[in-house]
């Protein structure tokens, strides 16, 4: 219906608290060590570029595919919002963003990267936009 915006579960699972902050420490992560080692910049922008390239290809190509698979896709993300919804109440960690929990010891950054590798599994999710 008109005016009525439809989440996706990729869309939910990045807007969760702890999901984007760990998005966002990445991105920071990724920027910096960028600007202090030359060499890793320039093989890394040489990367983003041919990833954008490869990125922009697919989804042109399988855009006839994923036209003709739409009530499936619909079908697989409404099982996967309701799967967040069990996962959200079981977790409720998900709605804070990491800065909240970087004193404990057991939610270090290898526990918010197994957090969201297991996201990852559970909901074969592909892989998160860039943080902005």
Same mark, same amino acid.
């Given at each position: 219906?008109?005016?009525? /915006?439809?989440?996706?579960?990729? $869309? *939910?699972?990045?807007?969760? =608290?702890?999901?984007?902050? !760990? &998005? @966002? ?7 910096? /060590? %960028? @600007?202090?080692? #030359?060499?890793? %910049? !320039?093989? &890394?922008?040489?990367?983003?570029? $041919?990833? *954008? +390239?490869?990125?922009? +290809?697919?989804?042109? $190509? ?8 739409? =009530? ?10 309701? $799967?967040?919804? *069990?996962? @959200?109440?079981?977790? =409720?960690?998900?709605?804070? =963003? /990491?800065? %909240?929990? /970087?004193?404990? %010891? ?10 969201? +590798?297991?996201?990852?599994? &559970?909901?074969?999710?592909? #892989?998160? #936009?860039? &943080?902005?």
């Amino acid at each position: 219906a008109a005016g009525v /915006t439809v989440l996706t579960a990729v $869309g *939910r699972v990045a807007g969760l =608290p702890l999901v984007n902050s !760990a &998005c @966002e420490m990445a991105s920071a992560s990724y920027a910096a /060590t %960028k @600007e202090i080692h #030359p060499a890793v %910049k !320039a093989v &890394c922008e040489v990367a983003e570029t $041919g990833v *954008r +390239a490869i990125t922009s +290809a697919a989804i042109i $190509g399988a855009q006839p595919i994923l036209d003709h698979l739409e =009530p499936q896709l619909a079908a697989a993300n409404e099982y996967a919002c309701r $799967g967040l919804d *069990r996962l @959200e109440e079981q977790l =409720p960690i998900l709605q804070q =963003p /990491t800065e %909240k929990h /970087t004193s404990n %010891k057991c939610l270090n950054g290898t526990g918010y990267l197994t957090i969201l +590798a297991y996201l990852h599994y &559970c909901y074969q999710l592909t #892989p998160l #936009p860039p &943080c902005s």
